[in-house]
């Protein structure tokens, strides 16, 4: 098919559109008594002039545009051709492997956090959670993390979840924050000492219902000697339990079941239906390489958790790099968009 054939094609159905749309516009009012009456030739002259008058117009125009100067041929180099490869194998090196986490934060961001540390008194308020200049010197290396530093972390969390300009879904690939509930670290302490009627777990979600959540986050404390992140995914149907130490924890599916039910029960006035759910415990996760870290690994864990994210890129090596963005998180009482 030439060109000169789909160019006279394309103005013919442009003026028959033209021709429809004046028609819709000049029709006069169905009260004139000789609306029905066959046309005059004189109006017939002047449709079949107009109709060729735009054609031959139409046709003039294209013809124009095909006989001026042509577009130059692009023709990539060298250079280009090495660019949209490394740009290629970048991207499935991050559908493979996640984005890149760096190994230090900007000069001006590591400034912010020394004179973060310099600091005395009460750091930065989120929410009803607050941490002092002794609490953030647990995210100094080889710390052990404290509830306060965790709850401040999880309330930012919380935050942005409920944040109606909720950021995320980024160029860099990073999920938007789901619709998340997170419980303190509290919780898990009730609910295993002395379980949710004595522990009164029902006032903890007096004005929430967990059931219409994507996610429940919630911190666990084994024993004062290790720190683990638990989910309760309405999205998969599953009670999750994430170890840095990669140990199973039965006890931790166990008490969130019982926890779901007696909490469906009391909001919804009937037994909770686990049809369908399974227990998830993820044998490829991270892992720690010391006896202090388990509390940054669970603080990451939850984070990922709360924008959907199943991959876990950050590895042991990266928890100097991750305790110092954590700290300029809290110092400005705000999570960073990148790893």
Not at 37 to 60: G, V
Not at 171 to 191: C, E, I, M, P, Q
Not at 273 to 281: A, E, K, M, R
Not at 282 to 290: A, Y
């Amino acid at each position: 098919m030439n060109s000169e054939f789909i160019i006279a094609d394309y103005a013919r159905y442009r003026s028959q559109l033209e021709l429809q749309r004046l028609r819709e516009t000049l029709t006069p009012s169905r009260s004139v008594t000789d609306l029905r009456s066959p046309p005059t030739q004189a109006l017939e002259n002047r449709r079949h002039s107009f109709h060729d008058d735009f054609l031959q117009r139409a046709l003039q125009r294209a013809r124009k545009s095909l006989d001026g100067p042509k577009a130059p041929q692009y023709t990539p180099n060298f250079d280009d051709l090495r660019k949209d490869l490394e740009a290629i194998d970048k991207g499935i090196d991050y559908r493979i492997h996640g984005q890149p986490i760096p190994s230090s934060l900007p000069p001006e961001d590591d400034a912010f956090v020394d004179d973060l540390l310099e600091r005395q008194g009460v750091i930065a308020k989120c929410g009803r959670e607050q941490v002092t200049d002794r609490d953030i010197s647990r995210l100094q290396p080889h710390q052990w993390l404290n509830d306060e530093i965790i709850n401040f972390y999880g309330q930012m969390i919380l935050d942005r979840s409920e944040c109606k300009e909720n950021p995320g879904g980024n160029a860099d690939g990073r999920k938007k924050s789901l619709n998340v509930h997170y419980f303190s670290t509290f919780f898990w302490t009730k609910l295993k000492s002395v379980g949710y009627e004595k522990g009164r777990l029902a006032k903890w979600t007096k004005k929430i219902d967990i059931f219409s959540k994507n996610i429940v986050l919630i911190p666990v404390n084994h024993n004062n000697a290790h720190w683990t992140a638990a989910a309760i995914n309405f999205d998969k149907k599953r009670i999750e339990s994430h170890d840095s130490m990669g140990m199973g924890r039965q006890s931790v599916f166990d008490l969130l079941r019982k926890y779901l039910d007696a909490e469906h029960r009391n909001k919804k006035n009937k037994p909770f239906d686990f049809d369908g759910w399974s227990d998830y415990f993820n044998e490829d996760l991270p892992q720690q390489e010391n006896g202090w870290d388990c509390g940054v690994f669970t603080c990451q864990f939850l984070e990922s958790l709360s924008r959907g994210e199943e991959r876990f890129t950050f590895q042991q090596d990266h928890m100097p790099y991750v305790r110092r963005r954590m700290l300029w998180e809290i110092g400005k009482v705000k999570l960073r968009d990148g790893p």
